[in-house]
Structure formats: structure tokens, C-alpha cells
Nanobody
Framework: QVQLVESGGGLVQAGGSLRLSCAAS????????MAWYRQAPGKQRELVAR???????EYSDSVKGRFSCSRDNAKNIIYLQMNSLKPEDTAVYYC???????WGQGTQVTVSS
């Protein structure tokens, strides 16, 4: 059974940092490209960052230089380190198994100004 469980969201002031985690089970994690997406109220879900099994990363222009995505293939976990947070980063953040198209339940990130 595929499970993706995000954690680490919360309320933070602008300029602050948060680290999200996504624990995966039931997938071939070591060969799977994983990704972080986010969805703000009234907006479409958008890609934030993607990481291949070989640790190659790509980021949306809006977070480049502020967010960093990493993975621990031994623990089946991916991370999203978010620095210099802005109010416009407020959204529900989801992790996704890009190979199977499965989503986690999401974790809320709220950045106050």
C-alpha cells in the first residue's frame, strides 16, 4: 500500500524557515523521482521542487535560491528546506511520487507578514 505522509508545516513569520518532510512507504523509493507541489487558496496546484533518485533537483522560479529539496534513500524520506519565507509561500504543500502519480495528504504552511 502506497503511503506518503508529509509533516513539518506550521505558522512562521516572513523571513523565517521551515523544513518539510515526506515519508514514503509501499513504493520503490530508490528509483522514484519525487516532488513537492503546493496549492494556495483559489489557485491551481503548482510544482515547487523535484528530485530524482540520483538527487538531481529542479525548482520553480518563485522558490529558486530559497528552497532546497533533498532525499534520504535509506530512510525513504524527502525534505524541503524553506528559507526566507514570504507570505506568498502560504499554501498546502504536497509531496508526490512522480512515477505512480500518488499524493500525500498535504501539510499547511502559513507565512505571516
Amino acid at each position: 500500500q502506497v503511503q506518503l505522509v508529509e509533516s513539518g508545516g506550521g505558522l512562521v513569520q516572513a523571513g523565517g524557515s521551515l523544513r518539510l518532510s515526506c515519508a514514503a512507504s509501499g513504493i520503490f523509493f530508490g528509483i522514484t523521482t519525487m516532488a513537492w507541489y503546493r496549492q494556495a487558496p483559489g489557485k491551481q496546484r503548482e510544482l515547487v521542487a523535484r528530485i530524482t533518485y540520483g538527487h538531481a533537483t529542479e525548482y520553480s522560479d518563485s522558490v529558486k535560491g530559497r528552497f532546497s529539496c533533498s532525499r534520504d534513500n535509506a530512510k525513504n524520506i524527502i525534505y524541503l528546506q524553506m528559507n526566507s519565507l514570504k507570505p506568498e509561500d502560504t499554501a498546502v504543500y504536497y509531496c508526490k511520487d512522480e512515477r505512480l502519480g500518488r499524493w500525500g495528504q498535504g501539510t499547511q504552511v502559513t507565512v505571516s507578514s
